[in-house]
């Protein structure tokens, strides 16, 4: 049985379930009947759902199976049926219960977005459609992940991108909460599945989810978490399976400062290139970023060597989705430019150490370092922020240094109150 607060009573509330949670009929049948309880509870509910189990992942597979460089018009347009499949069953699930129901698809509930297909991000929400069918009493049920341009195409979010229109929504409906219902109870301080020990976190702040987030941690949408920071909307994160409360993200205060790391992340989806003997001089930078900027291809950490006779190596990670897209646009840098060749390598992965903490304290990093030599794990590149210390090493190293900072910097001990 799930137990709502009672000072949720008669709010507006924003729910959305991942493709885990709505993975297969029976899955769907029980997300319908805990919807049903809050709406029996006199809630308005507007519920955000993924498409089914990893559809999104065969349909990008059957794109692939056409062409290995889709036209991301229609990409997007092969993307966004996936959701539509739970819309539909989800509102009939709630019917059967004898709750009225409504789906909705983005473009039908106003999801105006730019024109990145695969990538877009959300101009304005009209929501009249949500607005007239909660009035009529009705459970709207709304595909995450989607949108529509001005002119009415189809565009999606990026990867993850139902955790934004959740979001979203909550923000434009001036929502009391948005709950996102996951797989895992919670935020934890490292991926549970990855780490036994992880320890779940009570709160975690905005600053320091989207970090998070932007390193690997895809519990919540980096891009959505940016959206809830922007607009102060507070998101629970909790477990479809289990009624307990699991993670608040929200404003920070004082006392998430006296934690030095609050987690780690790991990102294994990274690529490495490199492009060996550029000429040492003025503008080479330029001259090769700005080749591959003009592809489009967004790149990440970027390490330079020190120059000998006149020439010198510079290397960047980047998504590895993109690896071949941009090995081959450096490999023309590489011509333009007078440089003897260009190397990859897929098998690099991330690690990091995030907490709003390493603002006030010093050595996080050094102790890091440390860490992962006792493991004699080699790091390739290092990059910091002021509330993250990320570390570039070999793939197969990757949950072994988790492991090592988790235990490292006491992460699953009880804190202090
Ligand atoms: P959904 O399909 O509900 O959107 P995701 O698979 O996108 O779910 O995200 C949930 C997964 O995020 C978990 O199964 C877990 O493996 C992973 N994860 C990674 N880092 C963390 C973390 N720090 N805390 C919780 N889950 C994490
Ligand atoms: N179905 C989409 C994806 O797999 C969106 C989401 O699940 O949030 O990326
Ligand atoms: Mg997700």
Do not use: W
Not at 41 to 70: C, Y
Not at 280 to 298: C, E, T
Request: aromatic share 4%.
């Amino acid at each position: 049985m799930v137990v709502y607060d009672d000072c949720l009573m008669g709010q507006l509330i924003v729910q959305k379930y991942g493709g885990s949670s709505v993975a297969d009929p029976e899955k769907i049948k029980s997300v319908a009947r805990r919807v049903a309880e809050g709406a029996a509870q006199g809630h308005r509910m507007v519920i955000v759902v993924s498409a089914m189990g990893k559809t999104t992942d065969s349909l990008v597979a059957l794109a692939q199976a056409i062409t290995p460089t889709p036209d991301p018009r229609e990409m997007d347009m092969v993307l966004a049926s996936g959701e539509q499949i739970t819309i539909g069953l989800l509102a009939m699930a709630l019917a059967s219960l004898g709750h009225p129901a409504c789906s909705f698809t983005g473009p039908q509930v106003g999801m105006i977005t730019d024109g990145v297909h695969t990538q877009a991000r959300i101009r304005r929400i009209t929501a009249e459609r949500i607005q007239t069918a909660l009035e009529a009493g009705k459970v709207v049920v709304v595909a995450g992940f989607q949108g529509m341009t001005e002119s009415g195409d189809i565009t999606t979010l990026g990867r993850g991108g139902s955790d934004l229109t959740g979001v979203a929504l909550a923000a434009a409906l001036k929502a009391d909460v948005c709950e996102i219902f996951t797989d895992v109870d919670g935020v934890y301080t490292a991926d549970p599945n990855v780490v036994p020990d992880a320890r779940k976190l009570a709160r975690v702040s905005y600053d320091e989810m989207l970090e998070m987030a932007a390193l690997g941690a895809k519990v919540l949408q980096a891009r959505s978490v940016e959206f809830a920071k922007k607009f102060s909307v507070p998101v629970h994160v909790r477990s479809t399976f289990k009624p307990d409360p699991g993670t608040m993200v929200t404003r920070e205060d004082r006392s998430m400062e006296d934690v030095v790391v609050t987690g780690v992340t790991h990102d294994r989806g990274q690529a490495k290139l490199s492009i060996l003997r550029v000429p040492d001089r003025p503008g080479i930078a330029s001259q090769v970023f700005g080749g591959l900027a003009k592809q489009n291809i967004v790149v990440d950490m970027i390490v330079q060597n020190i120059g000998r006779d006149g020439s010198t190596d510079i290397s960047f990670t980047l998504p590895r989705a993109d690896r071949q897209r941009a090995e081959s646009a450096l490999a023309t840098v590489a011509k333009e430019v007078g440089a003897s060749g260009v190397a990859a390598d897929d098998r690099v992965a991330k690690v990091s150490i995030v907490g709003v903490g390493m603002r006030s304290h010093s050595g996080v990093a050094a102790r890091m370092f440390e860490t992962l030599s006792k493991e004699n794990i080699n790091i390739q590149m290092i990059s910091t922020s002021e509330i993250a210390v990320s570390c570039v090493i070999e793939d197969k190293y990757a949950e072994l240094a988790v492991r090592a900072l988790h235990d490292a910097f006491e992460l699953a001990k009880e804190r202090e109150a």
